[in-house]
């Protein structure tokens, strides 16, 4: 059983910083890119930032200069780190994995944490 375990969230001050950690664990073979998404109060789900195994990195346009995305050595955990953060950056963040398993490569999600960011 793979699982994608995430943590860090909470709530900040406008301006203030959090850092979101995914951790993967399971009978995995490798992992390919593994990314953030959030889902805003009446929004759709969007992709905040990507990384590929070679840690080509892509960021959407409203986090660009304020986000990092990152992997370990090891490639199965991912960080987001999240600076000057802003309102609108609130919502429910998930973890997203494309992981190759026993049966072939296959999207994996995290639980969600919760990233308020209110004065």
């Known amino acids: 059983q793979v699982q994608l375990v995430e943590s860090g969230g909470g709530l900040v001050q406008p301006g203030g910083s959090l850092r979101l950690s995914c951790a993967a664990s399971?009978?995995?073979?490798?992992?390919?890119?593994m990314g953030w998404y959030r889902h805003a109060p009446g929004k759709q789900r969007e992709l905040v930032a990507a990384?590929?195994?070679?840690?080509?990195?892509n960021y959407a346009d409203s986090v660009k200069g304020r986000f990092t995305i990152s992997r370990d050595n090891t490639g199965n955990t991912v960080y987001l780190q999240m600076n000057s953060l802003k309102p609108e950056d609130t919502g429910v963040y998930y973890c997203n994995a494309r992981i190759v398993v026993v049966a072939g490569p296959s999207g994996y999600w995290g639980q969600g944490t919760q990233v308020t960011v209110s004065s």
């Open positions: 990384i590929t195994p070679g840690h080509t990195t």
């Open positions: 399971g009978f995995i073979f490798s992992i390919n890119h």
